[in-house]
Structure formats: structure tokens, C-alpha cells
């Protein structure tokens, strides 16, 4: 029987199962992105057009370019809905591929948007410490977002260079920096606290969620900082992945007044009623982010230290098997 007490947002996860994900980010990891699997594209604005294949290819491209595309096979871990490879698949980057998640809901929903886009993919439950595949069998590992969630990250680098064939690249993107995420997560909880006492003012009125959302999203986030485990220096992250085993690694750092934007944008997006953020104001705050986006890029990462920076991405390759003397 449900205990209507449960403090977790996973409608099918007990209370013992929630109590127990406290200590274990493994098990916390399995119940949130569960629950958020179904509204996770939804909550993330997540598409599978023109905006996020172009998003997801000059990620890729910033960090790894294009000199292999199209790489033949692909795996994806931490995969989510497939946000990273089902794009990289349309903008021609991969061919064929696999996603692979920790949360059984997110294989489903990822397998079946591959489905809805007719793309040639498999899907596993996976740990990224013990990647269920043989070794040499991808040309490219990837991942997005899920690198601060695994407890141990060199032993998932190694895992990612046992699955590559020799020669092969990871591409990690969308990590958060430590620095980064001091002034986003500041930036969050001061949108939130600001937005949620406004609206308690009768002339906004219209704009306050229903009190039992807003609990619910506390204790949403409760539960994320269970599930966030790292934070990572560009020059440690590349130190982990060479330690692993990989050459020419490189880490890149991207969006710093992008994400001074962002953050606040979509925690106020996240306080209010989702019927009053018309299609006008997501496509202005849309364009702004990206505006902000090619000023970090084209002129403020060049002039900035990359550690100030909110995302770090990283690629790597495996070594090239010895040749016979
Ligand atoms: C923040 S979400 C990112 C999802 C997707 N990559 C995206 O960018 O939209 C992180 C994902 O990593 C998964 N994950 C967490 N720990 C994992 C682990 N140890 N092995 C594999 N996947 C894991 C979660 O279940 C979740 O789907």
C-alpha cells in the first residue's frame, strides 16, 4: 500500500526504497530519473528538431570537430530520453546506435523517441562502472549530464575505454564546473526564494503554483542533490581520464553569462504556473541564451580562465592496439 506520507516524488518507489536512496545515490539516481523520465523532455525543453540537432553538433563539434563524422557505432551512456544521440544521429554524426541508462524508465522513453524518429538504436539498463557490452565493441562512447552522477568516475573511464575499439573517442558534454555550479546553484535559490514570495502578493496571485507543487519540487530537489555527486576542474577531469588510460584528452569549458541567464530563467520558469510561459517568452528566452552563448564562445573564452565557465566537456581515445614488431 502506498503510504500517502511518502516524501518522494516517485509515485511507485516505498518509503523504505526513498529512505534508503538518502544513503545510496546509486538507488536515488534509479528512482528520480524514473519519475522524471516521462515530463523529462518537457521539463528540459528537450526536441528532437533543427534546435537541438544544431545544439547537440556544435557541442560535439566544439570539442571533438568533425574529421570522423559519421562514426558507424555509438554508445551513449546515462542516455536519458537520448537528448545527445538521437540528435547526434540526425545531424549526421552517428550512424548507428545504443543508449544506455542506469533508470529502466529512461531506456524506455529513449528507445521509444528513437522509435517516433525512425532511427536504427538498442537500448540496455546500464552502469556506467559495469558497462554490460564486450570489449572493442563502439568507435564512440558519449554521454551528457551524467558523468557528475556516477560515484566512481574513473572507474567509468575505464569501463569506456575497455568498451571502445582501439583508436575510438569518448565525448563527454554538460558537466557542471565547480565554480559554475557555486553561482548557478546561488543564482537558482535566490529565483526561487524571490519568485515564490512574490507571488504570494495578491496582485501576482495568478502566478503561484499550487502550494502542493511547489512542495513537491522541494522535494524533487531534495533528492537531485542526493544524485549530484561531482563537480569537476577542467585540468582534474582531463588528469581522471588520462589516469584511466586515455590519450589526447582535452577538456573544454563553455557558457559563463549564458548560464548567469539560464540558471535564473529556468528556476523562475520551474516557480510559476507552466500556462503562463507563452511561446513568445520561451522562444525570447531561448534566443537570449543563445545570444549569450556565441558572446562566451567568440569573445569571452578567450579572454576569461576556462575554470569560470559553467560547462565542461572533455574527449579522449583510446590508444591504438600495439602493432605486431
Ligand atoms: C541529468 S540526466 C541526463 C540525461 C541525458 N543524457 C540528457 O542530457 O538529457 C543523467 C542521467 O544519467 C543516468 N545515470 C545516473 N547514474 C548513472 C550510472 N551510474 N550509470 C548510468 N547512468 C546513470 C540517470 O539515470 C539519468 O538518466
Known amino acids: 500500500m502506498t503510504d500517502t506520507t511518502d516524501p518522494t516524488p516517485n509515485p511507485h518507489a516505498t518509503a523504505e526504497q526513498v529512505q534508503a536512496a538518502y544513503g545510496d545515490p546509486k538507488l536515488a539516481n534509479v528512482l528520480y530519473h524514473d519519475w522524471e523520465a516521462g515530463t523529462y523532455d518537457e521539463k528540459w525543453s528537450i526536441s528532437y528538431d533543427e534546435r537541438c540537432i544544431s545544439y547537440a553538433t556544435d557541442v560535439f563539434r566544439a570539442v571533438a570537430g568533425e574529421a570522423d563524422w559519421p562514426y558507424p557505432t555509438a554508445m551513449e551512456l546515462g542516455s536519458g530520453t537520448g537528448f545527445f544521440l538521437l540528435n547526434l544521429m540526425q545531424g549526421g554524426v552517428i550512424k548507428r546506435g545504443s543508449v544506455t541508462d542506469l533508470s529502466p524508465g529512461m531506456v524506455r522513453v529513449a528507445l521509444r523517441n528513437a522509435e517516433n ?21 563502439f568507435d564512440l562512447v558519449i554521454g551528457h549530464a551524467v558523468l557528475h552522477h556516477i560515484p566512481e568516475v574513473r572507474a567509468a573511464f575505464r569501463e569506456v575505454l575497455r568498451v571502445l575499439k582501439p583508436g575510438g573517442r569518448f565525448v563527454f558534454a554538460g558537466e557542471p564546473t565547480r565554480i559554475g555550479d557555486s553561482y548557478a546553484r546561488r543564482l537558482g535559490q535566490f529565483t526561487w526564494w524571490l519568485t515564490t514570495n512574490l507571488t504570494r502578493l495578491p496582485a501576482l496571485r495568478s502566478w503561484r503554483r499550487p502550494q502542493e507543487e511547489l512542495d513537491e519540487s522541494s522535494r524533487a530537489a531534495a533528492l537531485e542533490a542526493v544524485v549530484d555527486l561531482h563537480t569537476f576542474d577542467p585540468t582534474e577531469l582531463e588528469r581522471t581520464a588520462l589516469g584511466a588510460g586515455a590519450v589526447d584528452v582535452q577538456a573544454v569549458t563553455e557558457e559563463f553569462t549564458a548560464a548567469l541567464l539560464g540558471w535564473p530563467i529556468r528556476t523562475f520558469e520551474a516557480a510559476v504556473p507552466p500556462e503562463k510561459l507563452t511561446l513568445r517568452w520561451r522562444w525570447f528566452a531561448y534566443r537570449a541564451w543563445l545570444r549569450l552563448s556565441v558572446v562566451d564562445r567568440k569573445l569571452l573564452a578567450k579572454v576569461l580562465p576556462r575554470e569560470l565557465f559553467y560547462n565542461v566537456m572533455i574527449t579522449g581515445v583510446k590508444p591504438a592496439a600495439p602493432t605486431e614488431p
Open 117 to 137: 524518429l525512425g532511427l536504427d538504436v538498442d537500448g540496455r539498463v546500464a552502469d556506467a562502472e559495469r558497462i554490460p557490452y564486450p570489449d572493442d565493441s
